[in-house]
């Protein structure tokens, strides 16, 4: 039902504190975080082997972490190297260790088989703490399967719908015009322009109508890197409709990850931001606010549509011209389970 | 499960304005109710059959509903008339219709076959915005199957006890005596006299004790249509306990139906009134505070029952000379069921 | 799953006053709880034969219990005695009765055949209005399966890590030592000594360390009957480590009852104090301060870890030199259940 063998993000670097232990669940894997002294991020399975307390509840002693319930302790690499009041350890004595690296200002797990863990294929993001750049991040959890936001991420059609009041006001293209969608190793780029659209009052010193050059990668389990470059009307027809070369007025960044938590429970990190010498913070606010608006719609909707979906689990979707991401995507989704050797479903939301 | 082929109540008339898409959920099917612009009320079944979003959570344009996640646009009738940049609509782009009608207060959902649909066999109730009529409304839900309901409407001996301080406040007549009970082509008829009952204080002017003909009939699912009329005591011994033919002192409407949503939640409407010119405002007020009380005492008793059948559902219900209605409703459901080619269990409250 | 053939505590005796009926769940019966005239406990199945509603939602008649929804009444027997309007009363016309006895502090009610029933069974502990002692008591509901908080209170080695800022606060002794178990004919006896503690204030009058004896009963389902006796230190090595005959300075009485309520629900009975003379009611106050922060500890790990379970119920756990008391405990339940005839697992916590 899950592929193993992926980096997920556990969360964001920010939210480990030194000292801590942290909880999370990935794909109904329940994980401990904490930082050693040196502050490198050790991820143990969260249930002790003794009596399944949570190692989430315990202490962080030196490098290694103690249960609280019992007193077994365990080292960075999950042995347990005391029992109190006993001399032996027996070798059984040990939570799973997964691999974990920081990189782009989350904390990646590898879900999988220890010796595949390749951490340089974890995608570039901003780092949140950069100061090239002023960002601004949360998260939110969603009661749904993770595929259903990833499907919402790969169609962006619904903007002008679902946010014709936020992120799609005054944009009927998002819907009217398909954009291009390319294979990547383990997700697809999306690219389109989006030509003659009105230009929000910060930047209308540009023009009253600009194009913009949307692309983003998106990458299993569900990060979405978006880059939203501005250019001047008429840009996106001098190119023949293919990727700009020249500089744009405006870049914005938007990097987003999704982390399925349980078949019906996922956990949806965003950032939202441009080049320090971009934007001020006041802007960052307003934009900040308009893309939490959104993502609540998102939530309301896929929240609901997960409901009907249980309600009535063998209805199978309808297909349109609009779904080639998701469907793509999915199919994707299908090959790395079968490559995990897991039974995927071909609709993994519904049957998940 | 279900009887498929019926008329159920899926709201008052006046809970749906125009403009605005109403979310229910009738027989496990989830319904989208909205108004056309000549006012006329359409029942589409509440999925869009793209991806499955709410078309609840959709804008009405002018006699369509358009699903607010892609912005496919649904005809009257159901059939998808518009996807956002696709010429060509497939003919399985469509979503389920259910008839519906308006008739005495509320909106009637068919959920059977369309063919089969009968306005006709629709029970008359009192409009609540009639003038003749002075009527308080209002519904409650229940975590419970609606046949639980049921028993409870159809043996209303229970007024003496679980009503002892609201509505059958001195009356221990309603479970010392059996009503008469008539078999009604999809329910029953039940009456009886109560004779010789203390007045309430409005009615002193009659006489310290008046008697009182109660009778209902009770129609599939829950159709609880009530007419209690007061007369001076001695009538029910002149009438020789038949029915009365005289006009009575004072008349009291009741309407009330019982909608099931799913196998353990159902929803119940229910007015209470009397003709304008017998009854003001405040008496009214007094009246439905009593009828409102009395309502909350069933539904503690009636989930409380429904959660004690849940604990151990294969527990047989002892009968006594009290069940004679809800037994022979039971039955008529069944047959209901077996008639739909249901595999209707003789319990449904139960095994349901 | 259950043992039945068992007296498990319904709750305290101050609990149920004269008049009033309590509703209680025990190894997954419903039971209604009301005294006689006499004071006398009876303790009937809280589920109406007629129609399910529960009994405790009903009125105590002298001796009897009405149900409130439509009138049968019930003797303290458990036989129906009154059927309103209906002068029959057939024979199956009943609702189970379950002994239950009286004994220091708490109602206990026998779940089993009831030939088998021997109030004899039922071990002593402080009944909480006896004028000879100062007794605090509470209670609350874990949401977890019983044995769990019984495998907590038969290793107390976790006073040292869960409760290391309370009750065993500068006491790792609790875990780097092991009780002397003994086996009882439906429980164990965990003794030992702690060595040289560091006295509370109040004790300080005794030294700044003293010796403890801590002896407990634990009997099933889940009655813990603890008597801490502290004495001078070096007591316990003039004793050899055996029980001391002397008379200590101070005796503390812990008296506690687990109830399985459902798989994953229980409820915890406590209470802490000492003879009148010894304690006085500030310092009691402040003793059950303490003692209810550590049971809150408890009550975190405790539902913490059956959450853990339930993620993944095939697990094993690792046994270690503290599991002593647990693992022949849990062997004893499972000779109880094959003495009732019950399928009983292993492992009943996680399969149950």
Same mark, same amino acid.
């Given at each position: 039902?899950? =592929?193993?063998?992926?980096?997920?993000?556990?969360?964001?670097?920010?939210?480990?504190?030194?000292? &801590?232990?942290?909880?999370?669940? =990935?794909?109904?894997?329940?994980?401990?975080?904490?930082? %050693?002294?040196?502050?490198?991020?050790? =991820?143990?399975?969260?249930?002790?082997?003794?009596?399944?307390?949570?190692?989430?509840?315990?202490?962080?002693?030196?490098?290694?972490?103690?249960?609280?319930?019992?007193?077994? &302790?365990?080292?960075?690499?999950?042995?347990?190297?005391?029992?109190?009041?006993?001399?032996?350890?027996?070798?059984?004595?040990?939570?799973?260790?997964?691999?974990? =690296?920081?990189?782009?200002?989350?904390?990646?797990?590898?879900?999988?088989?220890?010796?595949?863990?390749?951490?340089?294929?974890?995608?570039?993001?901003?780092?949140?703490?950069?100061?090239?750049?002023?960002?601004?991040?949360?998260?939110?959890?969603?009661?749904?399967?993770?595929?259903?936001?990833?499907?919402?991420?790969?169609?962006?059609?619904?903007?002008?719908?679902?946010?014709? &009041?936020?992120?799609?006001?005054?944009?009927?293209?998002?819907?009217?015009?398909?954009?291009?969608?390319?294979?990547?190793?383990?997700?697809?780029?999306?690219?389109?322009w989006?030509r003659?659209?009105?230009?929000?009052?910060?930047? %209308?010193?540009?023009?009253?109508?600009?194009?913009?050059?949307?692309?983003?990668?998106?990458?299993?389990?569900?990060?979405?890197?978006?880059?939203?470059?501005?250019?001047?009307?008429g840009t996106a027809e001098r190119c023949k409709l293919a990727a700009p070369a020249?500089?744009?007025?405006?870049?914005?960044?938007?990097?987003?990850?999704?982390?399925?938590?349980?078949?019906?429970?996922?956990?949806?990190?965003?950032?939202?931001?441009?080049?320090?010498?971009?934007?001020?913070?006041?802007?960052?606010?307003?934009?900040?606010?308009?893309?939490?608006?959104?993502?609540?719609?998102?939530?309301?909707?896929?929240?609901?549509?997960? &409901?009907?979906?249980?309600?009535?689990?063998?209805?199978?979707?309808?297909?349109?011209?609009?779904?080639?991401?998701?469907?793509?995507?999915?199919?994707?989704?299908?090959?790395?389970?079968?490559?995990?050797?897991?039974?995927?479903?071909?609709?993994?939301?519904?049957?998940?």
């Amino acid at each position: 039902m899950w =592929v193993r063998n992926a980096w997920y993000v556990a969360g964001w670097s920010h939210e480990l504190e030194p000292g &801590k232990v942290a909880a999370r669940l =990935v794909i109904e894997q329940p994980l401990a975080l904490y930082r %050693k002294t040196d502050g490198e991020v050790v =991820v143990l399975e969260d249930r002790c082997c003794h009596r399944f307390a949570p190692l989430s509840m315990g202490r962080v002693e030196q490098d290694d972490l103690r249960c609280m319930y019992h007193g077994l &302790k365990f080292a960075p690499d999950g042995r347990c190297v005391e029992i109190p009041g006993q001399k032996l350890i027996p070798q059984s004595a040990f939570v799973r260790r997964y691999p974990a =690296v920081e990189r782009g200002g989350w904390i990646w797990v590898w879900m999988g088989e220890e010796a595949l863990a390749q951490p340089a294929s974890i995608p570039d993001s901003v780092r949140l703490d950069d100061p090239a750049y002023r960002m601004r991040s949360s998260q939110m959890d969603y009661a749904a399967h993770y595929l259903l936001i990833d499907d919402n991420l790969l169609d962006l059609s619904h903007l002008s719908f679902a946010h014709e &009041k936020t992120l799609g006001l005054d944009m009927p293209q998002w819907a009217d015009e398909r954009p291009r969608i390319l294979p990547l190793e383990r997700g697809l780029r999306v690219q389109r322009w989006l030509r003659g659209q009105p230009a929000r009052s910060f930047m %209308k010193r540009w023009g009253e109508a600009l194009d913009l050059w949307n692309s983003y990668d998106f990458l299993f389990p569900g990060i979405f890197l978006l880059r939203t470059a501005f250019y001047p009307a008429g840009t996106a027809e001098r190119c023949k409709l293919a990727a700009p070369a020249e500089a744009p007025l405006f870049l914005r960044y938007d990097d987003q990850a999704v982390t399925p938590m349980s078949h019906r429970t996922s956990r949806y990190f965003y950032a939202a931001g441009a080049r320090s010498a971009d934007i001020d913070p006041d802007r960052l606010d307003r934009l900040f606010a308009t893309v939490e608006a959104a993502f609540n719609e998102d939530k309301a909707i896929i929240e609901a549509q997960q &409901k009907l979906i249980d309600l009535d689990p063998a209805r199978r979707m309808l297909p349109t011209s609009l779904d080639a991401g998701p469907t793509q995507f999915r199919r994707l989704v299908q090959t790395l389970l079968e490559r995990d050797g897991e039974p995927g479903p071909a609709a993994a939301a519904r049957a998940g």
